[in-house]
């Protein structure tokens, strides 16, 4: 068992503890390499109840180089790397042995990953055209992962290599993890892929359940993590393209159930179907497999899973194992590695800088642009309202001059309505010097109820009706407005010259 511990304690406490507690489990040896961690780190591994192998680097080398440097040093049969952030299941190792010891085609047998709530994070993956990774079944209860085939052991594109097993001779054959892939990320699909091309195949055994909290050890280091990842797929993209030129684009997982997958002549492994190897059985594992006639009258592995599911075939060949300069933990090693990691951080770093410049020019650019047009809005608007100003200056000025003149004429009208009435009414007390007329202010003209005789009364009976209606006039003459509307002043009878 092999752990690389950076900077977690509590969670490497329990992982130790798990391994601690493991039921039916055949002998095994606990592996912790500290990459570069804190005391307390150290502090948790040698002290706890399993008394693991500790292996102290002064630096972190990544989790390939630790890996490679804790199975340099181990004696087991199968090498079992699990990740700090794991708790694996009481009966974990023991089928994770049994179903390697039952098929000796599975070179990796990777393990059901669940989260703290018990839902699949993921029941094997597979590799898409652009090199991005897909999991399989995340998020997904027991129940829903197994209604879709994903807990039943089947042969795997690949594996997250958190809680994984492999042969330690096919181990040996590949050369371990590739340190090219150094700090992290890929370097499992890589080992993977190369086992692969040996003609092994990578085995999903879901009965081997481990709770996987899943990168807390970088969760708050994305420089790092955006490093590591653009480092090492570009190079693993640039080692497969062959292999990814036939891989999927994205999709569905649950897509095209009732795929034949057999169409290539390449089984759901990738392994030659005509070699009738021996069958992963459903009393090796403890659960059932899926299962068809060989041509040979024996079976192999189905392959009446869905297409998504179906593994990206790889071609045999005999490629070198790969030569990792770090095999150890001395000193001088783990420094020359050490200064290797460095340089090319560094060197990213530089590029990243340089990258984040040019953007920051681009955005500066748009920047102004955009404060230019602004401006241009802000002067566009500052001329209408202008215009409105002027608008509303000219609108007050003809409100004004509209005013002016309604006064006029109401003062006009009202002079020429009064100065008659008065006039009329000085002739009339003139005529009639016995009578008492009077001006009303704000009325009529009217007279008095002690004018004389009947005559001259009926003489002048058209005005208060007059006046009322809005005019001064005499006998009913309601046009009667200039002084000229009396005619002659003969005497009291009047006459038809009047």
Known sequence: MIIPAWRLTDELHAALDALAGQQGAPDFEVIVVVNGADPQVM??????????????????????????????????DF?????????VREDWLAQMVTAAQAWDQAGVVISLLVDHEGLVREAGARMLRQAVPQSFGG????????????????????GTGAAMLVRADVWARVG??????????????????????????????????????????????????????THSRALFQQRWADVLADAPEADSPEADADADAGASGVDASGADADAGEAVLTADAVGVDVLETDAPDGGSVASQAMPLAYQVLPLPRRDRPAVHNATVSSDDLTVLRAA??????????????ALTWQADHHTAEVRLSQ?????????????????????QLAASQKV??????????????????????????????????????????????VGLSDSVGSGAPAAAIAGVGSADRAGTAGLAGDSHAVEPAGIAGESGPDGGAGQ
């Open 43 to 76: 502090a948790t591994a040698t002290d706890h109840r399993l008394r693991p192998r500790v292996i102290p680097l002064a630096v972190n080398l990544g989790f390939g180089i630790a890996c490679n440097i804790g199975a340099a040093s181990a004696t087991g």
């Open 79 to 87: 090498l079992l790397f699990l990740n700090d952030d794991t708790v």
């Open 139 to 158: 998020g997904l209860s027991m129940d829903q992962a197994r209604s879709q085939g994903l807990l039943k052991p089947r042969p795997l594109c690949y």
């Open 176 to 229: 371990g993890f590739d340190e090219a892939y150094a700090p992290a990320y890929y370097e499992d699909v890589d080992l993977q892929f190369r086992i692969r091309e040996l003609g092994y195949q990578v085995w999903c055994q879901p009965a081997a359940v481990v709770m996987h909290h899943n990168s807390r050890s970088t969760a708050d280091k994305m420089l790092f993590r955006e490093y590591a990842s």
């Open 339 to 352: 200064a290797r990691l460095s340089q090319a951080y560094t060197a990213w770093l530089e590029a990243r």
């Open 370 to 390: 955009v404060l230019a047009e602004l401006e241009a809005q802000r002067l566009h608007w500052n001329h209408l309202l202008v215009q409105c100003e002027q």
């Open 399 to 444: 409100q004004a001059r509209t005013a002016a003149r309604l006064d006029s004429v109401l003062t006009s009208t009202s002079w020429r309505v009064t100065v008659p009435l008065r006039w009329v009414t000085s002739r009339l007390r003139r005529l009639w010097g016995g009578a008492q007329v009077s001006d009303a202010a704000d009325g009529p």
